[in-house]
């Protein structure tokens, strides 16, 4: 690390409070979940594929309510407009219009494949759930990213099946987001990485607007998911997360 990017970390853990630095690291998870679940949203966003055979852009638009409903609907290009999947507690509906007009349903081991050939996988699409309620969280100590005094916390699950069995995360300690990610399977194989690299203040929070994903196992440059708007205000019915309403 050189000088001015030393004294830069120095003085933003200089500003950071220190009630901030004396939590346990179940408490920051909290936090955490406090900024980044959401009880309602909206979301336009923008996948940034990187793969093998070149880089490919995929829009779409999310209704997202609480921790096991979401609906995406593909909005471009022109081969995806349409297509739509639908999450209802551990299951997974893909719906392609016409010409073949046919819902799938996606359960257990499938639901960590890659979604349309990027490097998140279906549980990574639609995850809304509560770190807390998951994982149990030690602090192992203080590092950086990105010129931000990060505190570092190692995620140990509290039960066996869950995607990633630990995870390693700097954790910003003024905006409480998880900047990056090192996410293991059981075995202690490190299966991906994650980095958040925007940031947007909306709605009393602070939400990631451009993340980047890269699944170690995977040929690839890795994939960027941008946010392009996100709206909490919202009231979403539930007739909204139903299989019906796939093919409205």
């Given at each position: 690390?050189?000088?001015?990017?030393?004294?830069?970390?120095?003085?933003?853990?200089?500003?950071?409070?220190?009630?901030?630095?004396?939590?346990?690291?179940?408490?920051?998870?909290?936090?955490?979940?406090?900024?980044?679940?959401?009880?309602?949203?909206?979301?336009?966003?923008?996948?940034?594929?990187?793969?093998?055979?070149?880089?490919?852009?995929?829009?779409?638009?999310?209704?997202?309510?609480?921790?096991?409903?979401?609906?995406?609907?593909?909005?471009?290009?022109?081969?995806?407009?349409?297509?739509?999947?639908?999450?209802?507690?551990?299951?997974?509906?893909?719906?392609?219009?016409?010409p073949n007009d046919r819902i799938i349903a996606i359960a257990g081991h499938?639901?960590?494949?890659?979604?349309?050939?990027?490097?998140?996988?279906?549980?990574?699409?639609?995850?809304?759930?509560?770190?807390?309620?998951?994982?149990?969280?030690?602090?192992?100590?203080?590092?950086?990213?990105?010129?931000?005094?990060?505190?570092?916390?190692?995620?140990?699950?509290?039960?066996?099946?869950?995607?990633?069995?630990?995870?390693?995360?700097?954790?910003?300690?003024?905006?409480?987001?998880?900047?990056?990610?090192?996410?293991y399977a059981r075995s202690g194989r490190l299966l991906k990485n994650f980095?958040?690299?925007?940031?947007?203040?909306?709605?009393?929070?602070?939400?990631?607007?451009?993340?980047?994903?890269?699944?170690?196992?995977?040929?690839?440059?890795?994939?960027?998911?941008?946010?392009?708007?996100?709206?909490?205000?919202?009231?979403?019915?539930?007739?909204?997360?139903?299989?019906?309403?796939?093919?409205?």
């Amino acid at each position: 690390m050189n000088v001015r990017l030393w004294i830069a970390v120095v003085l933003i853990w200089a500003a950071c409070s220190p009630s901030a630095l004396a939590l346990t690291g179940d408490e920051v998870l909290q936090n955490i979940d406090k900024n980044m679940v959401v009880d309602q949203a909206v979301r336009t966003s923008k996948m940034v594929i990187n793969a093998r055979s070149g880089s490919r852009t995929v829009e779409s638009r999310s209704w997202i309510k609480g921790s096991d409903r979401v609906l995406v609907e593909y909005l471009a290009p022109a081969r995806e407009k349409g297509k739509k999947m639908l999450k209802l507690g551990d299951r997974i509906w893909n719906y392609t219009p016409e010409p073949n007009d046919r819902i799938i349903a996606i359960a257990g081991h499938l639901l960590r494949q890659s979604v349309m050939g990027s490097d998140l996988s279906y549980e990574d699409l639609t995850d809304n759930s509560r770190l807390e309620e998951v994982y149990e969280a030690s602090i192992e100590g203080r590092g950086e990213f990105g010129g931000t005094g990060c505190l570092v916390l190692k995620l140990t699950a509290r039960k066996s099946d869950v995607p990633y069995f630990t995870r390693r995360i700097w954790v910003d300690p003024a905006r409480w987001l998880p900047l990056k990610e090192e996410r293991y399977a059981r075995s202690g194989r490190l299966l991906k990485n994650f980095e958040i690299r925007e940031v947007l203040q909306t709605g009393g929070r602070w939400y990631p607007k451009a993340m980047f994903f890269k699944d170690v196992l995977a040929s690839g440059e890795g994939t960027h998911f941008l946010t392009e708007s996100i709206d909490f205000d919202v009231e979403i019915p539930e007739s909204r997360f139903t299989k019906a309403s796939l093919r409205k």
